[in-house]
């Protein structure tokens, strides 16, 4: 016969940092059952776990960054079968009311999780959208450091002496960088100029660099995206980067989103009420994640360019009074209704496979 854990139930708290998270294991009742600062290594975990459960049943954590600092944590907690919730990082009135410490702000983990403030589900980060993530963060990266490289050597090359300026400055970029890749590497007796012509010749090799670089993960971003995302792909509109995106965005473990509504309130589309007296209205949504954002913004406006049926709407929504900008939210809106199916089902067949 089975037996049954009839310990009181404890909720455990835990502020997480690079190196030491802290710990705070509260009752059922909102009682400090104790505070603990561990190292954040296997056996740090497994010493946290075993001291909150020496106070009781331990079914529920709540920690701050569950996909960053409090990674590996979430990960060991989820295997020892404790449900890991997710913390925002509070406001600045909450926080301020308490003070700020470690202990503090684990304490407040724990009681929003006994509060039921506190329902996110993490990410699990152990899939096709984990893949993409990473290769997503190294070539957001590489995009900015080309384009920083560019933009400082066509700013040494304005400013250059005339006979440079004339050889070297040209309008487009892949000719420009290819004619100072090729700056002969001379005793140049004046300093200025043979400083000027190693800069540029480095800045423009660093741009070649990134260049093969940004090819080479986006070649493995789009091999991944297929396999990973064939439905979501094929839809008007939508390619290899913006379709990784939303996969990264919804998590390895979409059902978290409860529907689509909450997938897009996570993107920042969902309408706002700011509706005030005999006014009624919605304002932008400012909040989610913005790289999502900006991709469901890039597929919004390919498809009032060319697609027909998004062309109707438009000319629909106009003759109703709404600007561009309003009939632009609204159709981001739309996408998300659109992919939400699209993306569960993709990231379910990608976990069968795996």
């Known amino acids: ?55 009781g049943r331990l079914d529920r954590a709540g920690i701050e960054g569950t996909s960053s600092h409090g990674a590996g944590l979430t990960r060991f907690l989820e295997c020892k079968g ?15 009311s308490p003070g700020k410490s470690d202990p503090t702000d684990a304490e407040s983990a724990a009681r929003a999780v006994l509060a039921a403030d506190a329902t996110g589900v993490p990410k699990a980060q152990s899939g096709m959208a984990e893949a993409l993530r990473t290769l997503s963060v190294a070539r957001r990266s590489a995009v900015k450091a080309k384009t920083q490289a560019v933009n400082q050597l066509r700013a040494l090359l304005v400013s250059a002496p005339s006979s440079i300026r004339g050889a070297l400055l040209k309008v487009n970029t892949a000719h420009c960088v290819a004619a100072c890749a090729i700056l002969p590497e001379d005793d140049e007796r004046n300093l200025v100029l043979a400083s000027l012509k190693m800069t540029l010749r480095l800045l ?50 979409p059902a978290r989103l409860r529907n689509e509504a909450a997938l ?25 994640q913005r790289q999502a954002n900006n991709a469901l913004w890039t597929i919004a406006m390919v498809r009032m360019r060319s697609d027909a049926r998004t062309l109707k709407y438009v000319a629909r929504r106009t003759a109703e009074g709404l600007s561009k900008k309003e009939i632009h939210r609204c159709l981001k809106r739309y996408i998300v209704r659109e992919s939400y199916p699209l993306i569960l089902a993709d990231l379910a067949d990608s976990a069968r496979r795996a």
């Open 264 to 288: 897009a309130a996570l993107c920042g589309v969902s309408p706002l009420e700011a509706s005030s007296g005999k006014t009624s209205r919605h304002r932008l949504n400012r909040g989610g």
């Open 82 to 96: 404790v449900v890991v919730i997710e913390i925002n990082r509070p406001n600045r009135s909450r926080r301020r």
């Open 204 to 253: 423009a090799r660093r741009w070649n660099a990134l260049h093969e670089e940004l090819h080479e993960l986006d070649k493995q971003l789009t091999r991944l995206t297929k396999l990973a995302a064939p439905r979501i792909l094929g839809r008007f509109g939508v390619g290899p980067q913006t379709a990784a995106t939303l996969l990264i965005t919804a998590g390895d473990n």
């Open 1 to 55: 016969m089975e037996q049954v854990n009839t310990q009181a139930e404890v909720i455990l708290g835990v502020d997480t940092h690079l190196d030491v998270h802290v710990g705070v294991v509260i009752d059922a009742v909102g009682r400090i059952k104790g505070t603990l600062s561990i190292a954040t290594n296997p056996s740090g975990y497994e010493e946290l776990l075993i001291w909150a459960q020496g106070f």
